[in-house]
């Protein structure tokens, strides 16, 4: 019989080696020998495409929203001291529930739903620290792979983030339209009752504020402000600067520049330290200089050495940069020069590429799945898709598992990412 040491152990060792998308379902099973719960939420802006990784229970997790996520960080952040967990009643899901909530250094969010009531305080006790210690561990699992993230997932995450923006979009000016409608009639003078008309204006401007607010919330998780992504690459750089005896100068973006798309900002930094760590690998390298600067389409991007102008383009850790840098459609310059250091350049575009239609002929989709599969890429829900076919909500459903399984999608969100990178709209 497997010891509980043992069985902890083996699930660290998995948690560690997670990808992306299994590690809220590995996390799950590690906590629950130690504390149950109905679901586990991950919420963490590192990942823009998909800020939300779940397990458990699907009646939950297929309705946790990002304003249910907020208020909880807001409270935990408000009500518990640093490193402790909080715990109390709130919506999650769309219902009621109890959850219990824990923060991490890289500002990511874990909840779990319905957690476990343990009546014992020594376990208790023992059951949080390994929570603790074992989200701790997750968090940083996620910060290193969204950091070294390959090509296709800065593609796919791209492609998410942008379709959220827009649906988003699409459901805001849709609640506005009604909700200022309803405003313009109940401060109509022909109303007489009066109370009943504050009453209800009061009522849709508190909606329409939190319609606004979500919608800028939406926005935030998928760009940063060029000056904040700036200040998070001088932290992740600040240990090197601390003890390798090299000055690491920073000159700083313009303030009022243009916000980046977070695959950028998360690339740009991911770039700028894998070209930092290239260069003191060189000997005798004193100062490196990086600099950004965004022309309102690209973030430029330049790190400079003075050392003996040593760096290989060629070097295996300048070819996943330069690796790196094409996911974005961006463009890398290496310019060595014996006994005066190197430079290099790097532009980002800020926007993705206009794609011309490419031919999905390899996907054999029927005429009527591709069909489907363009109003999907569109952002048309199941009703409107079936609506605008005239065919029922079930038969949606079946063009779409079809759909799924001829591109070799695991989800409708990356169905969606797939038709983007075709040119479907």
Known sequence: MESPKSALLEAIAALSTAPLATIAQRLREATLPYLGSSALVIFTEDCTGRPQKKAGDEAIISRVSIAELDHIRALAAGESRENEAWSGQVLLGGGPRPVLALSSPSKALLVLADPQALTDAADRAEAEWILRYLWTLAAERIREKVADAPPSYLIESRAASAERVRVTAELVDQHSTTLETLLAALR??????????????????????????????????????????????????????????????????????????????????????????????????????????????????????????????????????????????????????????????????????????????????????????????????????????????????????????????????????????????
């Open 188 to 425: 109509s003078p022909a109303l007489s009752d009066g109370a009943a008309r504050k009453s209800a204006t009061d009522a849709a401007t508190r909606a329409l504020v939190g319609l606004r607010t979500l919608s800028d919330r939406t926005t935030e998780l998928v760009e940063e402000p060029v000056a904040t992504a700036f200040q998070r690459l001088r932290e992740d750089l600040r240990p090197l600067m601390n003890f390798s005896g090299i000055d690491v100068q920073f000159i700083e973006p313009p303030v009022n520049g243009r916000a980046l798309p977070g695959e950028v900002a998360h690339a740009a930094r991911a770039i700028v330290r894998g070209l930092v760590l290239a260069m003191v690998d060189q000997a005798g390298v004193r100062r490196i200089r990086t600099q950004w600067d965004c022309d309102g389409e690209n973030l430029l991007v330049n790190v400079r050495d003075d050392g003996p102008g040593e760096l290989s383009a060629t070097a295996p850790a300048m070819a996943r940069l330069a690796q790196r840098v094409e996911a974005l459609d961006g463009s890398m310059s290496v310019d060595v020069m014996p006994g005066w250091g190197a430079d290099v350049a790097v532009s980002l575009p800020l926007d993705p590429p206009a794609r011309q239609l490419a031919d999905v002929s390899d996907w054999k989709l029927g005429d009527r799945e591709l069909e489907v599969l363009q109003l999907l890429a569109s952002g048309q829900r199941n009703r409107a898709i079936a609506a605008k076919l005239h065919i029922s909500e079930n038969t949606v459903k079946f063009h779409l598992r079809n759909i799924y399984r001829k591109v070799g999608a695991s989800s409708r969100t990356e169905a969606v990412a797939m038709a983007h990178r075709n040119g479907l709209r």
